[in-house]
């Protein structure tokens, strides 16, 4: 599922607000979420990248988060949250197989570079004292 999202508050969006592309129906759940939640004060789809080291190449690669928010918590604190938005089978490594195939190798590279993505991205936020979550069916309630 991909299209385009049109906010019903586009001064939320920290970005062209008449360009904001969803690549799954979980992020268009979630990009409903932050545009009518009060305590989302600003959000933003794919709108900056964190650099990392792609695990295969070594080459420097640009990983774009599927989120950014900012949004006003329990304390009443504001807090800046990057989001990536995945099934919760890419976010667990690939369990060994007896026998290689196409499908096995596929996911341990995907789980690599996610895993390097990640790590990057953990990095990224501790320097700017933002949090990293990585939402799945579970934590979206879709499970």
């Known amino acids: ?5 049109k906010p019903k508050h586009p001064s939320k969006y920290n970005g062209d607000p008449t360009n904001i592309i969803y690549r799954s129906s979980w992020e268009k759940r979630c990009m409903i979420y932050f545009d ?10 794919e709108e900056m990248f964190v650099p990392y080291k792609h695990p295969i190449t070594g080459k ?14 329990n304390q009443q604190l504001i807090e800046t949250i990057m989001i990536e938005v995945k099934p919760h089978y890419q976010t ?14 596929t996911e341990v590279k995907t789980y690599a570079i996610n895993k390097y993505k990640w790590n ?7 320097d700017r004292k933002w ?6 069916e579970k934590e979206l309630g879709l499970d």
């Not at 939640?37 to 600003?42: F, T, W």
């Not at 640009?62 to 006003?72: A, L, M, N, T």
């Not at 990057?120 to 501790?126: I, L, S």
């Not at 949090?131 to 799945?136: M, S």
């Open 131 to 136: 949090r990293f979550q990585i939402l799945t």
């Open 92 to 105: 667990l490594e690939p369990v060994k197989k007896s026998k290689l195939t196409k499908r096995y190798v």
């Open 60 to 73: 420097v690669h640009r990983y774009f988060p599927d989120f950014i928010i900012k949004v006003k918590n």
């Open 120 to 126: 990057a991205a953990v990095e990224y936020c501790k």
């Open 36 to 45: 009518r939640n009060d305590n989302v004060i600003k959000w933003s789809s």
């Open 1 to 5: 599922m991909k299209g385009y999202y």
